[in-house]
């Protein structure tokens, strides 16, 4: 079978899911994971190096994981991008939620910036092909090795300025302090990037609602506990990403983290059962509280009862006490 793509061919992806995929489907080029995950944590304007290493604090702080460990790999994965322009061909991999299209608009602003002499293709991609009979599109990661081959044959567009202007654009709107150029950005009709629009806006439903104090995926973990009963909060991770949110775009550990903040709190939202060294978390079951249900209806602020911080890119959330 020949090959679809060359050695000298690049494929990124903002994860690991479909390296093997790629390989089982006959592609024989490099792989590069770049999975800053920027729908999380500070995404504040700050030089390259303060920049990562700020990233890397808050990733192990958030996902449990050694602090130096994460920073080398995200040094790894920055350093990568400086050798794009030793390939003849590179592939971008993305689908359309936010995780993927705002590293999506952060490599758009770096290669503007680096300017590689090579061919750059993106592939972005909203759904799957009839034949992977999949009953909700997540991501990539779900399709078969002729799923990745069609999006290789039909979903593959050639970089143009176009798309590195508009995604540099979403990119240094991202970083800044307040929401106002994203909320342009995201009304974009015909968007040379045609996804990213619509993930901006998920984005920009992190920041809390003025009635409730909650972000979109709070809001929606609540509602699920208050629809579904007391479960284990792995359940709920799934009926979040199945049906619950618009457009889903957390992992396993990134829900596990929101978790956490919503636990930074005078009076809890809810309740978790105990846990020891045996337990994994999406073991344990969650039960709504009355504040939590207080909190849902709109009688009560979750900013009045926040005790922590959470980030919505480069825009700091703090407790009404101290905003």
Not at 75 to 90: F, I, K, S
Not at 118 to 144: K, Y
Not at 230 to 257: C, E, N, Q, T
Not at 298 to 311: A, I, V
């Amino acid at each position: 079978m020949k090959p679809l793509d060359t050695q000298a061919t690049l494929h990124v992806r903002c994860g690991s899911d479909i390296r093997d995929g790629l390989k089982h489907a006959g592609f024989i080029g490099d792989f590069l994971e770049f999975s800053d995950p920027f729908c999380q944590g500070p995404v504040p304007d700050l030089p390259r190096d303060a920049f990562i290493e700020t990233r890397a604090a808050f990733i192990a702080g958030a996902y449990d994981l050694p602090g130096e460990a994460a920073l080398e790999r995200l040094r790894r994965e920055y350093d990568a991008l400086g050798r794009l322009g030793q390939y003849d061909h590179v592939v971008l991999w993305f689908e359309h939620d936010s995780y993927d299209q705002l590293i999506l608009a952060f490599l758009m602003d770096a290669i503007a910036t680096i300017q590689p002499e090579t061919n750059i293709d993106v592939i972005s991609v909203n759904h799957a092909p009839p034949s992977e009979a999949i009953d909700r599109f997540i991501g990539l990661g779900q399709l078969s090795t002729d799923g990745l081959i069609w999006c290789w044959n039909t979903q593959r567009q050639p970089l143009n300025s176009d798309m590195l202007t508009f995604g540099s654009k979403v990119w240094k709107a991202v970083r800044k302090d307040t929401p106002n150029d994203l909320k342009t950005l995201a009304e974009t009709g015909n968007a040379p990037l045609p996804h990213m629009p619509e993930a901006v806006k998920r984005h920009l439903a992190e920041l809390p609602d003025p009635q409730t104090g909650l972000s979109l995926t709070q809001k929606l973990t609540l509602q699920i506990i208050k629809d579904q009963g007391a479960l284990p909060i792995g359940k709920v991770f799934g009926h979040l990403m199945r049906s619950y949110d618009p457009l889903p775009y957390l992992g396993d550990l990134m829900f596990w983290s929101e978790i956490q903040w919503m636990m930074d709190c005078q009076d809890p939202l809810f309740r978790l059962s105990p846990a020891d060294e045996n337990t994994y978390w999406a073991e344990r079951t969650i039960t709504l509280t009355e504040t939590g249900e207080e909190t849902l209806a709109g009688k009560l602020n979750f900013l009045d009862n926040f005790t922590g911080t959470r980030w919505v890119g480069g825009i700091q959330i703090t407790p009404s006490a101290v905003a």
